[in-house]
């Protein structure tokens, strides 16, 4: 038996080299319908299975924020009517398959990969798990404390910088269904009964909110399988999407302090903006974002002018929708499309001394970006840029299978032919009136995590100047731009700032407002 | 037709082609015929060529990493220094070699880790010429001054900063410190923090640490992609001809034995769970000894999802909610290194003991056939399944030749897992996880 599958193997492995891009350009077998995806890739050894369902952390019940996360972990992290998770897990190890959940505020799906070789009694076991999930009371309670665990330990004590990010989306949203962490609360993740995660997964994962994406070296007729398999197997859906209200307005420069022992301060900046993947003006914001503020290149104004010129941090980047780093890479991760998405700009911990500067400069630049826009020199090159980087986006199946289903969501092309469509007819003129309807800075979020939050609610609403102090003497052409920086007055509204104990956070949605 | 698609039909293990080597096992795990040819001055170019029109990856390999980091007061150069090298030349000064980066549409980046640094770009295989032009010059032709040194220290203090906000980082870094006594695996590859925070003061260390390792018989080059391998090595010619070798050789300390139980508690001043960290120190990478594959199919077997220790305290007891185990393939002898995330903090010496009584029943039970086999039938699919694109075939790649620089170790590795007895693994738990040979280093919450 073992010999078999290892010829099976090795024959696969040969085969793996017309994976990568060669085989993109398949014709697929199975025609795709409103419900599935299939990107066949004859040539290919793995087969990715992505099913997402239209649900999030939006459809979590009052006073049970992370009901969606946990009935997620306990389709990824359980079992089915005929396995424990423990048998299922042994099932799938020698194969090397896996199964796993990714949640956010609207979408959740569920991702497993496979080799070929395996693929039929693998999809049982998905296909189990999806539609008859075991539920039950012993992975429910390790789920539970969990997902508890990720807010009260690993978010509230473990990692500044994401602490930063869910802080902003909390005073972002202040009142709106996106308000929650997509884990949960940590009284509301302490409310929901096994019952509870029966009842969310019968009401939300049903046969009228799901798309399935089949990619890789999959026999014909397996993608119609698995769309008939949900399609018979999930109830209908009793309801439709939750209707999001507009985003509060925001007054000013509102600014949220969490306070911690922090060995730096770490910022993130932001505000809901009218604009996704599905809006034309998402492709000009593009290109500004871009020049901006790339996610972890040296392309981004503020990496050169934060980082390369004054070593304040290890990185700033700028971003027009909810992003996500994908693995290892410094690519977006798909499958967490918004209807409502926001600006933000993200400040790598900043040494406290320099964290009142840090902010100033971030905020400067932002302001010249509004007002000056891009110079015709740095649209062309940053279009030329993202033109080729886009295409990287999909270096794998998997990634462009979930970027196939996103475009489905925002009801577009496939999202990589947009940008190459989109981005060649663009001028600097429509970057910037873009920038301008859509990016602004006089009201805006501000998340800050920080040892003396007290001292540095002070030093902001003080507006007195703020000088860094450096590693080295710095250039004349530098110090000149920060004259401007340490006295750039920001307009911060007194009545909203507000200083939080870490232990304080994530509690429930009701935090901002009861301070 | 190139190089590589003759080697398959050749189905050969050596085949030289234009005086470029060609090998290709037939029933080794790595699927890909690599190319190999080296330069006068030592550096060595590794390609496959892949169906994967219009993507190259191209890896930069030096082989040096904090192991490297023999003086006292100097840790932390190896990474520090892969930040320098994006810091130009008199030909691209920063902004220009980024230029180039951006225009190209680049994916580019570096890591640096204990035993190697790696510089990589992937990008349209149009542009090979013009990676190998930029690559190729700040290899040779660094420049940077004082000022821009003493900058750059800034960013590295920032990494230190945002990666210090997990307690982990500082488990870790208590765990080597306690586990070495004079290697220099003692301190983390990042460094430490009272040599960072000195780094701004060291311009004259940083520009012998580039001269003593970034030169080409100390360095490989890795492509995988859409290449033409005899255009690869025509340019490879072309730029890194001139590079200079040298024949410095750093003097590593050799660790003695360790003779005695370790242990050690560090504090965490943020809410936090417990931490349970162990080291044990194991053989240096081989390809040709069954130790270090024993352990690693050992570290499966105590580790893995499906093993009983971790379905004991996991899933029944529900006593941790994080654990796991192992070595990084390493030039000298690693840290085998298990981490617990303990749910109760009352539960932290149970923890603690029933691992160490799991690892002490490995070495006197026999693995049943069947866990074996399963085990590494899951090893040999993880890594097939991990081959899926350019840039991941280059990095495993990379792994491996800057251990040997020999593109069939991969496959003389696997040959050996599937070598692995159970009696192997006992003769490996019982030489390498004596208790006397422990490191325990514990993490909790201040005042708790």
């Known amino acids: 038996m073992m010999v078999a599958r290892r010829v099976g193997l090795a024959t696969a492995l040969t085969a793996l080299c017309a994976l990568a891009v060669g085989c993109f350009g398949d014709e697929p077998v199975e025609p795709d319908t409103d419900t599935r995806v299939g990107l066949q890739y004859p040539g290919s050894p793995l087969v990715t299975i992505r099913i997402a369902f239209r649900t999030g952390s939006v459809d979590d019940p009052a006073g049970k924020n992370g009901l969606n996360a946990l009935t997620a972990l306990m389709l990824g992290r359980g079992g089915t009517q005929t396995m424990s998770f423990g048998e299922l897990t042994t099932a799938l190890y020698p194969w090397s398959a896996s199964i796993g959940t990714q949640t956010d505020k609207e979408v959740t799906t569920v991702i497993a990969q496979v080799h070929r070789d395996h693929l039929e009694p693998f999809y049982e076991i998905l296909r189990d798990l999806i539609l008859a999930p075991r539920f039950d009371p012993s992975d429910f309670q390790r789920n539970q404390e969990f997902l508890s665990n990720a807010v009260v330990s690993t978010l509230r004590g473990n990692d500044d910088e994401e602490l930063g990010k869910q802080a902003l989306n909390v005073l972002m949203y202040e009142g709106h269904p996106y308000v929650a962490p997509s884990t949960g609360t940590e009284l509301g993740i302490n409310a929901i009964a096994l019952n509870d995660v029966r009842e969310f997964h019968r009401q939300h994962y049903t046969r009228d909110n799901f798309l399935v994406g089949v990619a890789g070296g999959f026999p014909s007729g397996f993608l119609a399988q698995v769309e008939q398999d949900l399609a018979e197997g999930l109830e209908p859906a009793t309801q439709g999407p939750v209707t999001l209200p507009a985003p509060r307005t925001l007054e000013g420069v509102e600014v949220l302090i969490v306070k911690k022992q922090a060995i730096a301060t770490a910022m993130s900046i932001g505000f809901p903006i009218e604009v996704s993947r599905a809006d034309d003006d998402f492709y000009p914001l593009l290109i500004a974002q871009s020049y901006f503020g790339e996610h972890r290149t040296f392309n981004g104004l503020l990496m050169n002018k934060m980082r390369g010129d004054r070593g304040l941090n290890y990185g700033d980047y700028a971003y027009i929708e909810s992003f996500i780093q994908d693995g290892g890479s410094r690519l977006p991760l798909p499958n967490i499309p918004r209807r409502q998405q926001f600006f933000s700009i993200w400040i790598r911990p900043v040494p406290h001394h320099n964290a009142h500067f840090a902010l100033r400069q971030a905020l400067l630049e932002l302001e010249t970006l509004v007002t000056d826009g891009l110079t015709p020199e740095d649209f062309e090159a940053t279009r030329e840029f993202l033109l080729n980087y886009s295409k990287l986006y999909v270096q794998t199946a998997s990634r462009r299978l979930g970027y196939e289903m996103d475009s489905r969501f925002y009801e577009t092309g496939f999202y990589v032919d947009e940008i190459q469509e989109r981005l060649a007819g663009l001028t600097v003129d429509d970057v910037n009136a873009a920038v301008r309807r859509h990016l602004q800075h006089s009201n805006l979020a501000v998340a800050v995590v920080t040892t003396d939050a007290e001292a540095f609610r002070d030093q902001l609403l003080s507006n007195q100047p703020s000088p860094p102090t450096y590693n080295t003497t710095v250039s004349d052409e530098i110090l000149a731009e920060d004259e401007a920086i340490v006295a750039y007055e920001l307009a911060i509204n007194p009545e909203r700032i507000l200083v939080v104990p870490v232990e304080e956070m994530f509690r429930s949605v009701e935090l901002v407002r009861s301070q | ?448």
């Not at chain 2, 993507?55 to 490297?68: D, E, F, K, L, W």
């Not at chain 2, 190697?116 to 010429?129: C, G, K, N, P, Q």
């Not at chain 2, 965490?268 to 194991?282: A, D, E, K, S």
């Open chain 2, 1 to 448: 037709m190139t190089h590589a698609r003759m080697c398959v039909v050749a189905v050969m293990v050596v085949a030289v082609v234009t005086g470029t080597a060609c090998v290709q096992e037939p029933d080794g795990i790595f699927p890909f015929p690599a190319s190999v040819f080296e330069l006068e001055n030592g550096l060595k170019v590794v390609s496959v060529a892949l169906d994967s029109p219009g993507i190259v990856a191209y890896y930069t390999v030096v082989r040096t990493g904090s192991r490297n980091e023999v003086e006292e007061g100097f840790s932390g150069y190896a990474h520090f220094f892969e930040h320098m090298m994006f810091r130009g030349t008199e030909q691209y000064s920063t902004d220009a070699y980024q230029a180039v980066i951006k225009q190209m549409g680049a994916d580019a980046n570096a890591f640096t880790t204990d035993d190697w640094t790696a510089y990589h770009i992937v990008a349209s295989s149009d542009s090979l010429e013009t990676i190998i032009d930029i690559e190729s010059d700040r290899f040779q032709n660094l420049e940077y001054s004082e000022d821009d040194f003493r900058t750059e220290a800034g960013a590295i203090l920032g990494e230190y900063n945002l990666n210090f906000s997990n307690p982990v980082a500082l488990l870790q870094e208590r765990l080597h410190d306690r586990a070495y006594l004079f290697h220099p695996y003692k301190h983390t590859t990042l460094g430490l923090l009272a040599d960072i925070q000195d780094m701004p003061n060291h311009y004259d260390y940083s520009r012998e640490f580039y001269d003593r390792y970034y030169r080409p018989n100390n360095s490989l080059i890795v492509v995988v992609g859409d290449v033409d391998q005899a255009e690869l090595e025509r340019l490879v010619r072309q730029y890194y001809a001139e590079w200079e070798e040298s024949d410095f050789e750093p003097t590593i300390p050799v660790e003695p034995p360790q003779t005695r139980l370790r242990t050690d508690e560090v504090t965490w001043p943020n809410p936090t769970l417990p931490f349970v960290m162990f080291g044990y120190r194991v053989p240096a990478f081989s390809d040709q000894s069954i130790e270090m594959p024993a352990l690693d199919v050992l570290s499966q077997l105590l580790f893995s999802e499906t093993s009983p220790l971790f379905q004991k305290l996991y899933l029944e007891e529900q006593v941790v909610d994080v654990l796991d185990g192992g070595a990084v393939d390493s030039r000298d002898a690693p840290l085998f290194t298990i981490i617990a995330r303990v749910t109760d903090p009352a539960r932290i010496e149970y923890v603690r003991q029933a691992i160490v009584d799991e690892i002490d029943r490995m070495k006197v039970e026999p693995v049943d056939d069947g866990m074996l086999a399963a085990t590494k039938s899951h090893m040999r699919y993880q890594f097939a399944m991990g081959l899926d694109n350019p840039g991941g075939i280059a990095r495993t790649l990379s792994h491996y030749l800057q251990l040997t620089e020999d593109p069939a170790t991969v496959n003389r590795v696997y040959r050996l897992y599937d070598a692995v007895t159970a009696e192997d693994i006992m003769h490996a738990a019982t030489v390498y996880f004596a208790d006397t040979k422990r490191t325990v280093v514990t993490l909790v919450q201040e005042g708790e």
